[in-house]
């Protein structure tokens, strides 16, 4: 197995942090944290002894473009980790709201093996349905008991092979994949289970904590309690109910590139 370290990006997930967290600890032994809260997440960070660095985001804030905590941001958990862990291997990215459903460092094993630079994975985003305005989900402790509809198949580079002269350039936005890698990328999609909307409070707290600084629009079309509920996101043609499989994405049943890059017609709508 290579060596596979996680580089985590958090901002105010106090309330999943720790399942979330208890599942890395599953596939990383080593993480790097940069963490933007001002509510409990750092505390909750720090009592892991996998969590081998941390800085926040004021600590790094006078040295990024427009003093915006971006993508870009990145760069200064890559270069701590090529310092601590010099040796090849891969990174991963890793968030305070997103659960692996398939094992990272079986993917970056199999990566290596195909002599891939980059993984791309399909994102499964939970939101609050409609049918779900009736249930107490406040009493549901775990996000995953707690939600189980979704939208599929969202596609971002979440794996990279760890080589020389990789970087982010600070500015970057909307990429989180750094300059310098090859052109390979693995053939299947592994899939990890994305928590953005995990709860009416929660929802509208992050609504609270956006219009002041920005970090995410995807909460200001929420506001009321009503709001929160809907029947699909923007941008989707489809919603499903988790039914212990994610089927047609999962990675023995993917097909060819070429299939997959049709099937987004499927799936997302224009906007």
Not at 119 to 136: A, C, E, I, P, R
Not at 170 to 185: F, K, T
Not at 245 to 254: A, T, V
């Amino acid at each position: 197995m290579v060596q596979n370290i996680g580089l985590m990006i958090t901002n105010n997930e106090e309330d999943c942090i720790a399942e979330v967290m208890n599942e890395h600890i599953k596939y990383f032994d080593k993480i790097l944290v940069l963490d933007g809260s001002s509510d409990r997440t750092e505390e909750i960070l720090r009592s892991y002894p996998q969590v081998k660095y941390f800085i926040k985001d004021k600590d790094i804030i006078d040295r990024l473009p427009n003093r915006k905590f971006e993508d870009g941001a990145r760069q200064f958990l890559l270069a701590k980790a090529q310092e601590l862990f010099p040796i090849e291997g891969w990174f991963t990215l890793l968030h305070g709201d997103e659960i692996f459903h398939d094992d990272p460092n079986w993917v970056a094993t199999e990566a290596e093996k195909a002599r891939a630079e980059k993984v791309n994975w399909y994102g499964m985003n939970y939101f609050l349905h409609t049918s779900d305005q009736s249930k107490d989900l406040e009493a549901i402790s775990s996000v995953q008991a707690r939600l189980l509809w979704y939208v599929p198949g969202h596609i971002e580079i979440r794996q990279f092979r760890n080589k020389k002269g990789i970087s982010y350039d600070l500015g970057q936005r909307n990429n989180v994949l750094p300059r310098g890698l090859g052109l390979r990328i693995y053939k299947y999609f592994p899939i990890y289970k994305h928590y953005p909307y995990r709860s009416v409070a929660q929802v509208l707290s992050k609504r609270r904590q956006n219009l002041d600084s920005g970090f995410s629009v995807s909460y200001d079309r929420f506001a009321d309690v009503a709001s929160c509920f809907i029947d699909l996101p923007p941008g989707y043609k489809v919603a499903r109910r988790f039914d212990g499989s994610f089927h047609e994405f999962e990675i023995k049943d993917q097909g060819c590139l070429l299939w997959r890059a049709l099937r987004g017609y499927c799936y997302f709508a224009k906007v």
